[in-house]
Each structure stands twice: as structure tokens, then as C-alpha cells.
């Protein structure tokens, strides 16, 4: 019904603006769109969280802010406030906004898709969250090099992206150039506020991701939230569990068994990091 309508409208638009002149027929289409872009608000624990929808998936997440993974925002609620949070795999923002506008925390997000990181940056923009979120338009991978993201879907706020390339079976229809840094030289490079907290959710190379982090992940990060998913998940979960184990971070299995289905999170143990 949706699609149906949507469709009867843009003929409308179309329509009533044939009789004009291809310059300004141009223009007032590009305005109708504008206007008619959604801007929704999700009222959490009474802080109302704006968000814009340049496309109908980029409002996915956001219509389910508190629903779609509960697992997560329990995490975030037991973080202290002001601490640093790398929400690597942002999207348009989602757990970004909630960790700075309800969490009061600092956070450093990192979305590699053109589309979507416009809406990331376009949804702090609106909540007034520029000096709470700084959002870079870059990959993680285990070292540092220029590659491509290979998308299946343009449109923000679409998952699914591969940095290097996609998972067999998958059809990319698009190729984005993209930085690709691995966390320690980003950190060595850029001196940003260095992760207490991180959220990890890339579809596909976290592993790559956390090998390249190893110095920071030992020096700085108390948590990592990581999603693990697919046919894979028992392997691959070893093997994050293996390489965060290495920086002295162990799964938290009662947060398991409080009801997580694809996030998984390790915790610093005894709450202390080493030397740098």
C-alpha cells in the first residue's frame, strides 16, 4: 500500500509540473521532494531524538529505536556518563544519538556509505549534537589503505556493505571508494579521544577490525559490543573472543544469558587496562 501510494503521488507531482519550463520543473520537483522529506522523533526517557528519512530504510532503525536491539541500549544505559564510545558501523546514528543525548556520553562514529553518513551527519545536525558526536566518513580494517565499500544498496541507511569486497553469493551493484584505517594507526595518526567503549557492527570483517586494533584495545577500551551473526557465528566468535581475550577482554556471559541475540559483549577484566 506504501509503495503504491508513494507512487501515485510522485505521478502527481510529475504531472502538475509538465506544463512548466524543464528549468524550473526541475527546481520545484527537487523543492516538493525537500519538503516532503520526514523528519520523525522518538521522546527516550523524555529526550525527544529527531531523525530524518532521505530514504524509507533510513527510518527503519530509528521507528525501533528501543525495540530492534534491546540487548544494546541495556549496554549503553551501564555506561558512566562522559565516557568515550566508537560506534563503528554507525548507520544514520541511532545508537550514537542515544549514547550522547540519554547517556550523556562522548562519541566518535564511523559510517563508511556516502548516503548514509549524510544522514548520520544531517540527524546531529538536527538534535544539536555537533560538540557530543563527531562522524567521519571512513572504513576500519586491519591496516591502513584505500579500497572500495561494495554495496548491494545505496540508498542510506542500508547494511549488508562490504569493505574489500562482499560475502560469496553476494552481488554488489556499486562500489564506493573509501580510507580504510586500521584503529591504532587512525589513533596514531589523528590523536583522537581514544575509545573506552565500542560498539562494532560491520557485517563481515570485525575480526580484520579488532587485529588491527590490538594497542588500543589493550591501552584504553573497558567494553566491546559486537554483533556476530550468520552461518559462521560459532567460528567467528571464537575467534573475536581469542583476539579480544589477547587485550585482557572476556565475554560477559550473564549479559548472554540476559537475552542477547546477536550482540555479543566482552568486558575488561577487573576493570583496568594496561600500560601504553
Not at 53 to 81: C, F, M, N, V, Y
Not at 146 to 166: I, N, P, V, W
Not at 250 to 273: C, I, P, Y
Amino acid at each position: 500500500m506504501s509503495k503504491s501510494l508513494a507512487a501515485f503521488f510522485a505521478a502527481l507531482v510529475k504531472l502538475g509540473t509538465m506544463p512548466m519550463r524543464p528549468y524550473r520543473r526541475t527546481i520545484t520537483r527537487a523543492l516538493t521532494a525537500e519538503r516532503l522529506r520526514p523528519v520523525v522523533t522518538r521522546a527516550v526517557l523524555g529526550v525527544p531524538i529527531r531523525f530524518v528519512g532521505s530514504s524509507a530504510r533510513s527510518l527503519h532503525d530509528p521507528l525501533k529505536l528501543l525495540e530492534r536491539e534491546p540487548e544494546t541500549i541495556r549496554w549503553l544505559d551501564g555506561l558512566p556518563e562522559g565516557e568515550t564510545l566508537w560506534d563503528i558501523g554507525a548507520n544514520v546514528g541511532v545508537y550514537s544519538l542515544y549514547g550522547a543525548m540519554v547517556r550523556k556520553l562522548r562519541v566518535l562514529a564511523f559510517e563508511p556509505s556516502g548516503a548514509t553518513y549524510a544522514d548520520l551527519v544531517r540527524n546531529v545536525e538536527l538534535n544539536g549534537c555537533d560538540r557530543a558526536i563527531s562522524a567521519y566518513c571512513i572504513a576500519f580494517d586491519e591496516r591502513t589503505h584505500l579500497d572500495f565499500l561494495h554495496m548491494a544498496h545505496t540508498e542510506a541507511g542500508h547494511s549488508r556493505h562490504g569493505f574489500g569486497g562482499l560475502a560469496p553469493g553476494e552481488h554488489a551493484v556499486f562500489r564506493q571508494a573509501v580510507p580504510g584505517f586500521s584503529i591504532d594507526g587512525f589513533c596514531e595518526l589523528f590523536d583522537p579521544p581514544p575509545p573506552q567503549h565500542i560498539k562494532l557492527d560491520v557485517d563481515g570483517i570485525e575480526l580484520k577490525i579488532l587485529r588491527g586494533a590490538a594497542h588500543t584495545l589493550a591501552s584504553h577500551v573497558q567494553s566491546v559490543l559486537v554483533e556476530i551473526e550468520g552461518p559462521e557465528r560459532e567460528r567467528l566468535g571464537a575467534e573475536i573472543a581469542s583476539a579480544l581475550g589477547a587485550a585482557g577482554l572476556l565475554e560477559d556471559k550473564s549479559f548472554m544469558a540476559e537475552g542477547a541475540e546477536r550482540n555479543v559483549l566482552f568486558r575488561r577484566a577487573g576493570g583496568k587496562t594496561s600500560q601504553a
